[in-house]
C-alpha cells in the first residue's frame, strides 16, 4: 500500500464511470477514518474528472446511482438486522455539456 491501487470502476450511466480505489496508508494519517477515494470521470468529455474521498465502499453502481452497505439496522426489539443499502444520486457539474 505504497502508492494508490484501483479496485473498481463502476458504469455510473452510459457516459459517467466511477474509478475508486484505495489510500496509500502515507496519506491516511491526513484523513483519519477514511481509507477510499473516488474519481469521476465522463467518457465523453463532457466534464473534467473531479476526485473526493469516500466514506463508503461501493459496491455497484447504476442508472445515474452509486450504491454501498450502511451500518446495521436497529430492531425495534434491540436486535440487530442486515446493512442498510446507501443509495448516492450523481448529479452532473453545472459546466458539463451533454
Known amino acids: 500500500m505504497e ?12 457516459q459517467t464511470r466511477l474509478v475508486a480505489y484505495w489510500i496509500p496508508r502515507e496519506q491516511l494519517a491526513a484523513t483519519p477514518g477514511t481509507r477510499l477515494g473516488f474519481v469521476v470521470a465522463s467518457n465523453i468529455g463532457a466534464f473534467a474528472a473531479r476526485s473526493t474521498m469516500s466514506p463508503i465502499d461501493p459496491v455497484g453502481a447504476a442508472d445515474e446511482y452509486i450504491y454501498g452497505y450502511g451500518d446495521n439496522e436497529q430492531m425495534p426489539d434491540g436486535g440487530v438486522g442486515n446493512p442498510v443499502l446507501l443509495r448516492y444520486k450523481f448529479i452532473p457539474p453545472s459546466d458539463a455539456s451533454f
Open 3 to 14: 502508492y494508490p491501487m484501483n479496485f473498481g470502476i463502476f458504469k455510473i450511466d452510459r
